[in-house]
């Protein structure tokens, strides 16, 4: 069955680069997104991208796809104490599937 | 545009009751969907819906019925309320699985049932 699965936590400094990894099983996936919640708030859409590519910059984030491995990997350059959130990844074929998120820590 | 709006935003069950709670998207969007969310589990689907009328059933389905009377609402029911039905609930819209501007989330729904 479907499956999308990440590591539950991460702590970086102020300024660091931060890289949150996920491995998904379905291959018909054809959109992988990143998706970030903060306290008490719902799911923003941060960045995507399709099955064909195997990069996607948008800014400070960097996605990449290894579609071999089923690997998906989400870099946030200059990572900032805003940037502490939980980061979900997810697979869509007919629905999306979330992972169990990831918590970013920022300390100073 | 308000988006994905859900109501209420709080609310405390006693168990064995009932309630229902309410998504409303201004999007146009033909697919809604129902996610709980729990500590260390992620988002799991509970139901869905690809359009007016259709209902269809996620990964955790047990314990809720939905209807989409209207294309802009979709409407989750919990009939007995249990304590295992705490959680953050969260509703989501999305054009066509072919698109890909992802899903809009509403705020969510927090549930406790005591």
């Known amino acids: 069955g479907e499956d999308v699965e990440q590591s539950l936590f991460l702590s970086v400094r102020e300024g660091d680069s931060s890289v949150i990894n996920c491995t998904y099983t379905d291959s018909s996936s054809t959109y992988l997104y990143w998706y970030k919640q903060e306290p008490g708030a719902g799911l923003q859409l941060l960045t995507y991208i399709f099955s064909n590519m195997d990069m996607k910059q948008d800014q400070r984030l960097t996605v990449l796809l290894n579609k071999k491995d089923k690997h998906l990997s989400l870099r946030i350059a200059d990572t900032q104490t805003g940037d502490s959130a939980i980061y979900f990844c997810?697979?869509?074929?007919?629905?999306?599937?979330f992972g169990t998120g990831t918590r970013l820590q920022v300390f100073p | 545009n308000a988006g994905v709006t859900q109501t209420p935003k709080f609310r405390v069950l006693k168990t064995g009751q009932s309630m229902t709670l309410l998504c409303a998207q201004d999007m146009n969007h033909e697919y809604m969907y129902w996610y709980r969310q729990d500590p260390g589990m992620g988002l799991r689907l509970i139901h869905y819906?690809?359009?007016?009328?259709?209902?269809a059933k996620g990964e955790v389905p047990d314990g809720y019925n939905v209807s989409r009377l209207k294309k802009q609402n979709f409407l989750l029911g919990l009939e007995s309320a249990a304590p295992s039905q705490t959680s953050v609930y969260f509703c989501?819209?999305?054009?066509?699985?072919?698109?890909?501007?992802?899903?809009?989330f509403g705020s969510g729904t927090r549930l406790t049932v005591v």
């Open positions: 997810a697979e869509r074929s007919d629905k999306l599937i």
């Open positions: 819906s690809v359009g007016e009328g259709t209902t």
């Open positions: 989501a819209s999305s054009y066509l699985p072919d698109r890909d501007y992802g899903y809009t």
